[in-house]
């Protein structure tokens, strides 16, 4: 991947967000190109992205057709690309789906606003649907930040060095070990003696233990889950 697209009403929502960071890093790196849409460039001839809701009913919907144009505009720019549209209603997001859209495809994202996207739009255009989680969001703009976050720090380069995310937690399947740094004693709570050894095997052992120890107390179903 080398390309993400987010086409929003509040495209300045996601503008200010990559200015910052890993994320800012690599696209001035050119490692990653990230560009806004604004859907009203793509507004109908009275100027509107949305209208009533068919069969009635509180708060607007976005149109098919603007978010058609401006899904297409973006397609007509890229070989191969994954269009994914966010709602709570999509596939839950996981590490592996991350990792997997980061190797292979550039991104269109839609994010939408109000009481959604007219579902023709959805069907015609979408390739899937994503959900961050089973919260309800006002717009699909923090979600969109979410993925782009993730999905960018799997590109080659993004992060300052290589293996940072490597030891990462999901990457291995385990949450991390803990992290302690200056000063040794913070409110009478000193850091594990083992940390200060500089015995390197001894450390290694002891974070493995740490992260099994923590995955296991906190979400043992990652357990189960690189069981089965
Ligand atoms: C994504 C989007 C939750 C999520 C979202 C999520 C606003 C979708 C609008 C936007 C629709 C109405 N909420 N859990 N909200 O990933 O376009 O829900």
Same mark, same amino acid.
């Given at each position: 991947?080398?390309?993400?697209?987010?086409?929003?009403?509040?495209?300045?929502?996601?503008?200010?967000?990559?200015?910052?960071?890993?994320?800012?890093?690599?696209?001035?790196?050119?490692?990653?190109?990230?560009?806004?849409?604004?859907?009203?460039?793509?507004?109908?001839?009275?100027?509107?992205?949305?209208?009533? @809701?068919?069969?009635?009913?509180?708060?607007?919907?976005?149109?098919?057709?603007?978010?058609?144009?401006?899904?297409?505009?973006?397609?007509?720019?890229?070989?191969?690309?994954?269009? #994914?549209?966010?709602? @709570?209603?999509?596939?839950?997001?996981?590490?592996?789906? #991350?990792?997997?859209?980061?190797?292979?495809?550039?991104?269109?994202?839609?994010? %939408?606003?109000?009481?959604?996207?007219?579902?023709?739009?959805?069907?015609?255009?979408?390739?899937?649907?994503?959900?961050? %989680?089973?919260?309800?969001?006002?717009? %699909?703009?923090?979600?969109?930040?979410?993925?782009?976050?993730?999905?960018?720090?799997?590109? @080659?380069?993004?992060?300052?060095?290589?293996?940072?995310?490597?030891?990462?937690?999901?990457?291995?399947?385990?949450?991390?070990?803990?992290?302690?740094?200056?000063?040794?004693?913070?409110?009478?709570?000193?850091?594990?003696?083992?940390?200060?050894?500089?015995?390197?095997?001894?450390?290694?052992?002891?974070?493995?233990?740490?992260?099994?120890?923590?995955?296991?107390?906190?979400?043992?179903?990652?357990?189960?889950?690189?069981?089965?």
């Amino acid at each position: 991947m080398r390309h993400i697209y987010v086409i929003s009403v509040f495209p300045e929502l996601i503008r200010d967000f990559i200015n910052y960071g890993v994320l800012k890093k690599g696209q001035d790196k050119s490692l990653i190109n990230i560009e806004t849409i604004n859907l009203r460039d793509f507004s109908d001839k009275n100027g509107y992205v949305d209208d009533k @809701p068919y069969g009635g009913g509180a708060g607007m919907v976005l149109q098919a057709q603007p978010l058609i144009d401006a899904t297409r505009y973006v397609k007509s720019k890229l070989k191969n690309y994954k269009c #994914i549209y966010l709602s @709570p209603k999509g596939k839950k997001v996981n590490q592996e789906m #991350i990792v997997k859209t980061a190797n292979n495809d550039n991104l269109i994202i839609i994010a %939408g606003r109000y009481e959604g996207v007219d579902q023709r739009f959805i069907d015609l255009e979408v390739d899937e649907e994503w959900s961050i %989680g089973d919260y309800i969001l006002s717009g %699909g703009e923090v979600a969109a930040c979410v993925i782009i976050d993730a999905v960018a720090r799997m590109i @080659p380069g993004v992060l300052g060095h290589e293996d940072s995310n490597k030891e990462e937690s999901f990457t291995n399947g385990y949450l991390e070990y803990p992290h302690y740094t200056r000063p040794e004693k913070v409110e009478g709570k000193n850091v594990p003696k083992v940390l200060l050894s500089g015995n390197h095997e001894e450390i290694r052992v002891w974070r493995e233990k740490q992260a099994m120890l923590v995955t296991n107390n906190k979400r043992s179903d990652l357990i189960k889950k690189k069981l089965s």
